[in-house]
């Protein structure tokens, strides 16, 4: 096309949210040669996701995008900490982290978070294209060819790989030909920021009637941010804006009462469809967040999934387009993720089940509120919502009559004591490499068959603690644990996650 303008990169990111934004930084961070396309001219202050769930905020402590705790950690060795939260709309869950790692829930606003990872991004050298709107994507065997519009015109992106980050409405996986599997909309939901008439007729937290549910929360400049929860069936024109009038019908209807409202800003539907890609991977071409997943928002889940998402897949195509990477590693990707995203979908259709009105359902809230109260369901549910029951699926292939139970777990933090000093698990991870750690004499052992993959693996030798009750461990960049004795040999998971260096960093 005359006058198109021509661009070559190693990676395309589409979609420039928090999630997106956040993977460009990522790979730029590795030295990836890094465009990112969002069609948005800005960031949008419009309120979306304010919740950060405990292994997304450990993860990105990892990668030094949110502080680690201070070393020496004050308190006993076992020690939690906890954060209050729901299930279902149902008080009483205690979402409880190890005292060594960050607070288990950041509330932190969507818009801040993408500025941030913006930031990030550009500061590593990643091209950030805003008012960029991605037409078409054609995938070959050596790369892929983007189509686009911008503020000066078409333009055509030649790339190795591309990663779809741009929503529910992806145009990257209708390019890329990927199916999904959904469930309709069974419910309507509004939201909106308004000034109520009575100031303390909505107070803040969750209002449950009989005909559906009340979510409001007050903000510094006097407004109300209201979301309802209307059971009774999907809504009637759900590509209609909402007004002002609408809202105050339906908060007025589902309250049994009068609610005047004034000033609205934000105003949005939502419902519960929920979708989940068949594949997050299809050749060269990747979805993360929205763009692979959709749920009902409940339990504030869908930002930390994402985050979950570009930190998993981030340091595996870094490593894959630097030569770096072993011959499956990028297939783990749809293998780690999906299921956990399918978890997802699965829970907040539970919790939506739980919050439909009616005495039917009274005797069951009524079971839940007391599981609520025993530590055991606390575990349970609180593992769930917050993704700290994530235990990846075995990568190594299975030796008879050896298994190794730590592969796929998430390594807590810890203080370790090195020959440089002290340090922890978050600070040696925060340089991106993967860690090969070594605890005393026994653990030296192993420093040997390490020496293949040199220049991948980073080498930390520390002194044995009961923090860390492994002589060796191999660590992925994300803090789970690839490899620990008592399974497949050292040299085994590295063959499989990573190709052979030039030389071992050692500490």
Known sequence: MQGERRMRAQVAVVGGGPVGMLVAAELAGYGVDTV??????GVC??????TLHARAVQCLARRGHLPGPAVPYAGARGARTGSPFHFAGLPGLFITAPETEPEPILKCPQAQLERQFEERAREAGARILRGHRVTGMVQGPDGVRITAEGPRGPAVYEVEH??????????VREQAGIGSDTHPATISALMGAVRLAEPDALPPGWHRTPRGWIVSKADAEGRTHIRTLNCTGAHADRHLPPTLGELRREVSWIAGREIGMAQPRWLGRFSDFSRLARTFRAGRVF????????????????????????????WKLALAVRGEAGP??????????RPVARRVVENTRAQ???MRPGPELDALRGVFSGLLAQEGAQGHLGGLISAQDTVLPAVLPAQPGRSCPSAGKFLHNAVLTTSAGETDVIRLLQGGR?????????????????????????VVRARPTPDVPYEALLVRPDGYIAWAPGGADLGAALSVYFARGARTESV
């Open 36 to 41: 990112l396309l969002e069609s948005r001219a």
């Open 45 to 50: 202050d419009r309120p979306k996701a304010t």
């Open 328 to 337: 499956d590693l990028l297939g783990t990707y749809d293998a780690e993720r």
């Open 287 to 314: 979805l993360v967040g929205d763009a692979a997943h959709v749920h009902f928002p409940i339990g504030g889940q869908g930002l930390s999934t994402g985050v979950l998402d570009a930190l998993n897949l981030a």
């Open 434 to 458: 993967p860690l090969l750690l070594l605890l005393g004499e026994k653990g030296a052992g192993h420093r040997e068959q390490a020496r293949g993959w040199e220049g991948v693996v980073r």
């Open 352 to 354: 939506l089940a739980l």
């Open 162 to 171: 591309v990663v779809g980050a741009d929503g529910a409405r992806s145009t």
